[in-house]
């Protein structure tokens, strides 16, 4: 059975910094964990999930949306086969369900619809 799971949310005040972690089983529908490009997504209240950060397989690349680029960081680590996002500056506009992602695609970044894999998901919520 696939296993992404993410942790780290919580509650921040605007300005202060998060760190998500997302940690995936041994074998992900049996293709080793450095094969997937991994992702973060969130979903606001009322809002569509939307893209956030990704990185490559063996992490040399890294993608990022607008809102996000400049103020977080991705990286993973496939020795221990974790995701993690490191996020700084956060702002109230940044609340929302956070979801780790993991894509077999070949070409990078994935488009959203390509994620083979989600995560249950952890709360950020930035209080203003």
């Known amino acids: 059975q696939v296993q992404l799971v993410e942790s780290g949310g919580g509650l921040v005040q605007a300005g202060g910094s998060l760190r998500l972690s997302c940690a995936a089983s041994d074998a992900l529908s049996g293709h080793p964990f450095r094969r997937y490009a991994l992702g973060w997504f969130r979903q606001a209240p009322g809002k569509d999930r939307e893209f956030v950060a990704a990185v490559s397989r063996s992490g040399d690349r890294t993608d990022y949306a607008n809102s996000v680029k400049g103020r977080w960081d991705i990286s993973r680590d496939n020795a221990k086969n974790t995701v993690s996002l490191q996020m700084n500056s956060l702002q109230p506009e940044d609340t929302a369900i956070y979801y780790c992602?993991?894509?077999?695609?070949?070409?990078?970044?994935?488009?959203?619809?390509?994620?083979?894999?989600w995560g249950q998901g952890t709360q950020v919520t930035v209080s203003s």
């Open positions: 992602a993991a894509s077999l695609v070949l070409a990078f970044p994935p488009h959203g619809y390509e994620y083979d894999f």
